[in-house]
């Protein structure tokens, strides 16, 4: 393969040399062009000359041959074919350049294990540039399922500690019994076009890395390894630093996460593919003390995030503490856009997106964009966040969800904004839960979205709220009833509520129910309620009642009906229904 590659370089040159000559004869060509091309001919038969006459031979132990060049710096051509390293080939300071059309590097059987970061095919520290290009390293080792007590059969395929300028690229990892690209305290990093196969642990780490990108690569696990941290592993990882780029990978049937940044800030997910990982999907959260020792921990919030037009599907491979297939956990200004996702792998939950926070300080800033997810248990999922926006999200279930779960679900959160989604459920009754949910938030806003085949259609509980507003929402077939307005909480006041505008069709096609909308003012009271231009349109199984608003007490101080209608097998709402109302405009 190389000799054919060398051919067509040396036909290249010649012709180079023969358009030069007819240049400089006929055309009146620059001088210095003459020797730039002279100079690029005379480095490519020099880089040919040390391939054709390497003194790596394939089928030896090139260890001690490797280690020399390495030490001296010199530019190292290794020809395609298999050698044998017998011990870490490593390098302190200095700068390393490594060039290969596929040489694979096969450790040998007695090849020194050791403990974590003890023990790879290169380690290499201190190095102010780093370049390898074009070479497998095969872990060679038959049982990957077992890292042994305290680590003893960790070895790597790369490890690169407090450098900077790396370039990687065209590289392989096989058979890794720990991970096989690991990156610590460095920066400027580019890895591009490698592989992690069947490795036992993470395929590629950055750990306190900043200006990292990894690019046009694939991590494929060994599956299932149930919960044990020293099987399996996480396809790609970053832990701390910033600036981490992830593009246009392919991870696959990881063990764990396919993908997770832990403390790491402006980070960026673009064009991935993960299929069939043990967990989640793809993962920003904050650092998580204990999780990573001799790092130290940040309780607090990550920032910058950039998670857009990745394909995930089909998680879970086995772990049953996964949760989401694209998760972010205590953070800001964050963006989830255009991604593909698929579920209906797990039974329990299972999120479609998931953004939260375990803090007194919520989650803020978010933006959950133009995203398709289908078949999970929940489609997006906040908790104790602020300042989002959810648009133009396209969710739906083309068959049952295994656990009863809702389709959008805001909790503890303040100033959401939920416009232009569907959320399409099934239609399979009480397992669709609401097709959304608003739980003991505040200020916000639902409009233009459609609501579908759900049990409910739209659920809305209050601590307390300025202001909050449903409008313009076609919500059609639900089981039960539609709308369900509420508080658990004593002495809970809005100044507004607005369900202006909306459509609601086939409610109670199951079960039928006392009311299309239920305002329950138990816990609750209202000052403006808004139900203006609002249409219910009936063939429900049952005729109930389009509106209630019940209560021995007068809990709604203005309740605005210009505009409605109710139209079908609906009754229209009775007076007798409306004893919470101190005002009612018609």
């Given at each position: 393969?190389?000799?054919?590659?060398?051919?067509?370089?040396?036909?290249?040159?010649?012709?180079?040399?023969?358009?030069?000559?007819?240049?400089?004869?006929?055309?009146?060509c620059?001088?210095?062009?003459?020797?730039?091309?002279?100079?690029?001919?005379?480095?490519?038969?020099?880089?040919?000359?040390?391939?054709?006459?390497?003194?790596?031979k394939?089928?030896?132990?090139?260890?001690?041959?490797?280690?020399?060049?390495?030490?001296?710096?010199?530019?190292?051509?290794?020809?395609?074919?298999?050698?044998?390293?017998?011990?870490?080939?490593?390098?302190?300071?200095?700068?390393?350049?490594?060039k290969?059309?596929?040489?694979?590097?096969?450790?040998?059987?007695?090849?020194?294990?050791?403990?974590?970061?003890?023990?790879?095919?290169?380690?290499?520290?201190?190095?102010?540039n780093?370049?390898?290009?074009?070479?497998?390293?095969?872990?060679?080792?038959?049982?990957?399922?077992?890292?042994?007590?305290?680590w003893?059969?960790?070895?790597?395929?790369?490890?690169?500690?407090?450098?900077?300028?790396?370039?990687?690229?065209?590289?392989?990892?096989?058979?890794?019994?720990?991970?096989?690209?690991?990156?610590?305290?460095?920066s400027?990093?580019?890895?591009?076009?490698?592989?992690?196969?069947?490795?036992?642990?993470?395929?590629?780490?950055?750990?306190?890395?900043t200006?990292?990108?990894?690019?046009?690569?694939?991590?494929?696990?060994?599956g299932?390894?149930?919960n044990?941290?020293?099987?399996?592993?996480?396809g790609?990882?970053?832990?701390?630093?910033?600036?981490?780029?992830?593009?246009?990978?392919?991870?696959?049937?990881?063990?764990?996460?396919?993908?997770?940044?832990?403390?790491?800030?402006?980070?960026?997910?673009?064009?991935?593919?993960?299929?069939n990982?043990?967990?989640?999907?793809?993962?920003?959260?904050?650092?998580?003390?204990?999780?990573?020792?001799?790092?130290?921990?940040?309780?607090?919030?990550?920032?910058?995030?950039?998670?857009?037009?990745?394909?995930?599907?089909?998680?879970?491979?086995?772990?049953?503490?996964?949760?989401?297939?694209?998760?972010?956990?205590?953070?800001?200004?964050?963006?989830?856009?255009?991604?593909?996702?698929?579920?209906?792998?797990?039974?329990?939950?299972?999120?479609?997106?998931?953004?939260?926070?375990?803090?007194?300080?919520?989650?803020?800033?978010i933006?959950?964009?133009?995203?398709?997810?289908?078949?999970?248990?929940?489609?997006?999922?906040?908790?104790?966040?602020?300042?989002?926006?959810?648009?133009?999200?396209?969710?739906?279930?083309?068959?049952?969800?295994?656990?009863k779960?809702?389709?959008?679900?805001?909790?503890?959160?303040?100033?959401?904004?939920?416009?232009?989604?569907?959320f399409?459920?099934?239609?399979?009754?009480?397992?669709?839960?609401?097709?959304?949910?608003?739980?003991?938030?505040?200020?916000?806003?639902?409009?233009?979205?459609?609501?579908?085949?759900?049990?409910?259609?739209?659920?809305?509980?209050?601590?307390?709220?300025?202001?909050?507003?449903?409008?313009?929402?076609?919500?059609?077939?639900?089981?039960?009833?539609?709308?369900?307005?509420?508080?658990?909480?004593?002495?809970?006041?809005?100044?507004?509520?607005?369900?202006?505008?909306?459509?609601?069709?086939?409610?109670?096609?199951?079960?039928?129910?006392?009311?299309?909308?239920?305002?329950?003012?138990?816990?609750?009271?209202?000052?403006?309620?808004?139900?203006?231009?609002?249409?219910?349109?009936?063939?429900?199984?049952?005729?109930?009642?389009?509106?209630?608003?019940?209560?021995?007490?007068?809990?709604?101080?203005?309740?605005?009906?210009?505009?409605?209608?109710?139209?079908?097998?609906?009754?229209?709402?009775?007076?007798?229904?409306?004893?919470?109302?101190?005002?009612?405009?018609?």
């Amino acid at each position: 393969m190389l000799n054919s590659i060398f051919e067509r370089k040396q036909q290249k040159m010649t012709f180079s040399v023969l358009l030069l000559t007819l240049c400089t004869s006929f055309l009146g060509c620059k001088k210095e062009e003459v020797i730039i091309d002279k100079k690029i001919l005379s480095t490519a038969a020099i880089s040919q000359s040390m391939l054709l006459n390497s003194p790596y031979k394939a089928g030896s132990d090139i260890t001690s041959l490797l280690q020399s060049d390495v030490n001296q710096e010199n530019e190292i051509l290794i020809p395609e074919g298999t050698y044998y390293i017998s011990k870490p080939i490593t390098k302190t300071n200095g700068t390393i350049n490594i060039k290969s059309d596929g040489a694979i590097l096969q450790m040998v059987p007695s090849f020194p294990s050791g403990k974590k970061n003890l023990s790879a095919g290169f380690i290499l520290t201190g190095l102010s540039n780093i370049s390898i290009d074009g070479l497998t390293i095969d872990g060679n080792r038959d049982n990957l399922l077992n890292a042994g007590k305290n680590w003893t059969n960790y070895i790597m395929g790369i490890q690169i500690l407090a450098s900077s300028n790396i370039s990687i690229k065209n590289c392989d990892i096989i058979n890794a019994p720990s991970i096989s690209f690991n990156i610590l305290n460095s920066s400027n990093i580019e890895l591009v076009n490698c592989s992690s196969v069947n490795g036992m642990f993470h395929g590629i780490v950055f750990q306190n890395c900043t200006n990292a990108i990894a690019s046009r690569s694939k991590v494929i696990g060994i599956g299932n390894q149930g919960n044990d941290v020293r099987k399996g592993g996480i396809g790609m990882l970053g832990i701390g630093g910033d600036h981490l780029s992830f593009t246009d990978n392919d991870i696959e049937n990881t063990s764990d996460t396919g993908t997770k940044t832990e403390g790491s800030n402006f980070v960026t997910w673009s064009g991935n593919t993960l299929k069939n990982c043990g967990k989640d999907g793809i993962k920003f959260q904050n650092l998580i003390a204990g999780e990573n020792p001799g790092v130290e921990a940040n309780l607090d919030f990550v920032t910058d995030a950039k998670i857009m037009n990745n394909t995930i599907d089909q998680i879970y491979n086995g772990r049953n503490d996964g949760s989401s297939l694209i998760q972010v956990w205590n953070a800001h200004n964050v963006e989830v856009t255009g991604n593909l996702i698929t579920g209906g792998s797990k039974t329990g939950q299972e999120d479609g997106i998931c953004i939260w926070s375990d803090t007194d300080i919520n989650a803020k800033y978010i933006t959950v964009s133009g995203n398709t997810i289908k078949n999970t248990n929940r489609f997006i999922y906040l908790s104790k966040v602020s300042n989002a926006t959810i648009t133009e999200n396209n969710c739906e279930n083309l068959v049952a969800p295994k656990t009863k779960y809702d389709g959008f679900t805001a909790e503890y959160s303040d100033k959401i904004s939920v416009t232009n989604n569907l959320f399409r459920r099934s239609a399979t009754g009480a397992i669709d839960g609401f097709a959304a949910k608003m739980y003991e938030s505040a200020n916000f806003e639902l409009q233009n979205n459609k609501l579908e085949n759900a049990y409910n259609a739209l659920e809305l509980s209050f601590v307390s709220s300025d202001s909050s507003s449903v409008s313009n929402n076609q919500m059609d077939n639900f089981s039960s009833y539609a709308i369900s307005v509420y508080s658990t909480t004593t002495g809970t006041v809005l100044n507004s509520l607005k369900l202006m505008g909306n459509t609601l069709s086939r409610a109670g096609m199951a079960t039928g129910y006392s009311a299309v909308i239920r305002v329950d003012p138990t816990n609750l009271s209202i000052d403006d309620l808004d139900l203006s231009n609002t249409k219910i349109i009936g063939n429900a199984r049952f005729g109930d009642v389009g509106l209630e608003v019940k209560s021995d007490l007068k809990k709604v101080n203005t309740l605005n009906l210009t505009g409605f209608s109710v139209t079908g097998n609906v009754f229209y709402p009775a007076s007798v229904d409306l004893t919470a109302c101190k005002t009612i405009l018609k």
